[in-house]
């Protein structure tokens, strides 16, 4: 077995504790169509397959180098949020349009979306479940021809989910990580081990993955203190990784150029099985909030790759481009802030949440806004999509069903549609904001908005805000009772996020605030079994879609536009940012 060969040659004993929380759960295939009827007993959720890291072998013959292009690609995206490029700092998910390009993991992926050995060679539990130990490769460089030591995971890890992080950290799952982090230690010349106060399972892929769904866990040069700004601020300015590619240049808010790194530690001069260097000289990635501007430039030969949309499908191909889908890339984010505190606003209540569901036509949003199953499918609830690990079909987003919706609000107390003698409702606001990854967010908010107005007689307003200002007034708790509309990366495992917004009665922004609901989270992150942690997962999903802190909208195949001098790329499942980039290949 894999597993067997890769901890034979360290000469590590494994436990089936250790062996099995090693395991990684691969990406998924791409979105299919709509299911039909539910059957009436409840299917096995779903596992998803699973690898351990992959050996690497003992003698290599480093073939030689991937055949560079000498011309530069020219990347258009909607948006990029926070400029930051510590992302414990930024608070915003458009950073992951170019974190990513420069920034290397501990674990990185195979094409299938797999864990393997990245920066680190492999990771391990003690035997009471307690202690992650990472080891790390030699040979590692970051971008200025330094090595990526241990010292500067131990930095790293420390200022992105410490204790001492909290005052500052912006990342909510940085925040839940430190709720359970006892301490972070060197352990070695090439290793560091976080200890956790509790076992908790989702470590490897939520704080450590290339894949994962959060840009943080990226491995930064270590700065004399934890925090400070003044250092920030310089970071910013002259920012350092030892990812793919290199900052050569930026303009705020237009431009930021990059270059090939050549040392890029993933290639077999390293002992790794293959050479992950991009294979073109230089990339340049613009600012281009409208979808009209960017496919123009791309019929204009001025782009070479960009997010679009279906309805600009024949433009593009009429230019000499295509489209092409990477699955599972972005689900919609129905919060429900703060409403578990059911003694000041209706959304405390379960049945009223459930009647904003159940007014939603879901498939409205998917034929009108998207075009189809082809790029937004109405399945899964929340984070939890087909290629989930703990998905069943009863997770599905509940029907279009009005009159049901209107019988929930008046058994609430909130009688429709005049409401002659019931409670008042009051004025509910929905925030979103303009998307980095998907199209159409702000018009989904307006539809639902619509909806609740004509079905519920709820007075909705939606509110377009910037997207790094909403989420800092939602972790501080101030859009309790209110709505945010917002995307959402999908992920394999959705362990950080459970951890995070069900179970971390600590933090403000935690969607529930209910013992048991936090028990359940507990109990489900603990089990070690590889047959009894999608069981487990699946029946806290399933308690907290008829609980409805959130609602379950469906999610979106990502589509991107290559222009015609892309001959290929393979972008990676559930990402709805850059991935795969050193399969892009120009003709």
């Known amino acids: 077995m894999a597993n067997q ?123 009471d479940g307690l202690t992650w130990i990472v080891n790390f490769r030699e040979g590692s460089k970051f971008h200025d021809g330094s090595p990526v030591t241990a010292a500067d995971v131990l930095w790293t890890w420390r200022h992105e989910f410490s204790k001492e992080s909290l005052p500052y950290s912006k990342s909510t799952t940085g925040s839940a990580q430190a709720g359970v982090t006892e301490k972070i230690e060197q352990t070695g010349p090439n290793q560091v081990s976080v200890t956790q106060k509790e076992i908790y399972t989702g470590f490897p892929v939520g704080l450590m993955a290339e894949a994962g769904p959060n840009a943080i866990g990226h491995i930064l040069p270590k700065r004399p203190t934890l925090h400070d700004e003044a250092l920030e601020a310089a970071y910013d300015n002259n920012p350092i990784g030892a990812g793919q590619l290199r900052v050569t240049r930026r303009v705020q808010a237009e431009l930021m150029e990059m270059e090939r790194f050549a040392d890029y530690y993933y290639q077999p001069q390293n002992g790794l099985p293959e050479d992950r260097r991009v294979r073109f000289k230089l990339l340049t990635l613009r600012l281009v909030p409208e979808e009209a501007t960017r496919v123009a430039a791309m019929r204009a030969g001025e782009a070479d790759i960009a997010p679009a949309s279906l309805a600009t499908k024949k433009q593009i191909e ?123 967010l702000p018009e989904g908010a307006q539809l639902a908005a619509d909806s609740w107005r004509r079905e519920l007689g709820i007075d909705a307003e939606v509110k377009i805000g910037e997207e790094s200002a909403i989420n800092a007034m939602r972790r501080d708790g101030a859009l309790a009772g209110q709505i945010t509309w917002r995307d959402n990366e999908c992920r394999v495992d959705g362990s ?92």
């Open 5 to 127: 060969l890769f901890w034979t040659t360290r000469a590590t004993i494994l436990t089936p504790l250790v062996l099995l929380l090693l395991l990684a759960v691969a990406c998924g295939a791409a979105a299919t169509a709509t299911p039909g009827a539910k059957p009436n007993t409840v299917p096995a959720p779903a596992t998803g397959p699973r690898s351990t890291p992959t050996a690497v072998p003992a003698s290599v013959t480093v073939p030689a180098g991937p055949v560079v292009n000498p011309g530069r690609v020219t990347w258009m995206t909607a948006g990029w949020g926070a400029e930051r490029f510590d992302s414990v700092l930024a608070g915003t998910g458009g950073i992951n349009q170019f974190v990513r390009l420069m920034h290397a993991f501990p674990v990185a992926a195979n094409e299938k979306g797999e864990m393997i050995p990245g920066l680190a060679t492999d990771w391990k539990l003690s035997p």
């Open 318 to 440: 009429a230019g000499g481009g295509r489209l092409i889908f990477g699955p599972e890339g972005v689900y919609l984010r129905i919060r429900l802030d703060g409403c578990w505190n059911d003694s000041k606003f209706p959304c405390g209540d379960k049945r009223v949440r459930q009647a904003l569901d159940y007014a939603i036509n879901k498939e409205v949003i998917r034929d009108q806004l998207y075009g189809g199953p082809s790029v937004f499918q109405a399945r899964g609830w929340a984070h939890v999509t087909p290629g989930s690990l703990g998905y069943s079909p009863e997770l599905d987003p509940f029907p279009f069903n009005p009159a049901k919706a209107r019988e929930l609000l008046a058994a609430a107390g909130y009688k429709t549609p005049a409401n002659p003698t019931g409670k008042e409702f009051g004025k509910l606001l929905v925030h979103t904001w303009v998307s980095t990854s998907i199209p159409f």
């Open 496 to 587: 950080s996020i459970t951890l995070s917004s069900y179970g971390s009665p600590q933090l403000k922004d935690r969607l529930v605030n209910d013992p048991e609901i936090f028990a359940m989270v507990k109990s489900a992150l603990s089990v070690t079994d590889l047959k009894e942690q999608p069981v487990a997962l699946n029946k806290v999903y399933r308690r907290l879609r008829d609980e409805t802190p959130e609602l379950g909208i469906g999610y979106v195949n990502i589509p991107w536009a290559l222009g015609p001098r892309v001959a290929d790329w393979r972008p990676h499942a559930f990402s709805f940012f850059p991935s795969g980039i050193h399969t892009i290949t120009l003709k």
